[in-house]
């Protein structure tokens, strides 16, 4: 367990670099890709789906860009659901800058043989926002990954509940 703790820390620690300025910077292409099949043949991660494309599928889709962080995102919730059985990571470390707020929350649930939603089933994995999808790198992280958010059947249910107390109060306010 340590070796892959220590691989994936470092995985996650050479993608980025700080400025003087104290912002993260993502270093070059080639010395993060060089360092990803590194990283990529030492932990010989695989992960498939129903249809075999899997997520190296979904990941070799992508533009080259993306291609390098989704690669880092790969092995960081693919060792953080190893070493925590099988649940998806709250956050995915090092994705903070790139990412929009609250979608990197349970990513990787989209590959259900990798990792499953914390708190399920009050989430549920979407590949999708609920009104708009996201742009730029997020849309594309959530497009490969999925990401976990509350259950539109909680919201349903809880619409449900406060209709029918509003309704008991009315029949019994009628009633007498």
Known sequence: MAPLALVLFASLSSAF????????????IHQHAEHTAAVEASIQLHTSN?????????IAQASMVHRSMLNVAKTA????????GGRCPEKVPGMEMAMEEGFDYGAGCRWQDT????????YTCATT???????????VFVSTFGYCRVGAW????????VVMLVGGVVYLATKS
Do not use: H, Q
Not at 115 to 122: E, N
């Open 17 to 28: 670099a700080f400025r003087s300025d104290g912002k993260e910077e993502v270093k070059s």
């Open 50 to 58: 129903a249809t075999g494309d899997g997520m190296d599928g979904a």
């Open 77 to 84: 919730i693919t060792g953080y659901s190893t070493l925590n």
């Open 115 to 122: 990792c499953t939603c914390p708190y399920s089933p009050f």
């Open 129 to 139: 926002g609920r009104i708009s999808n996201p742009s730029g790198f997020t849309g």
């Open 154 to 161: 909680v919201f349903l249910s809880s619409g449900a509940v």
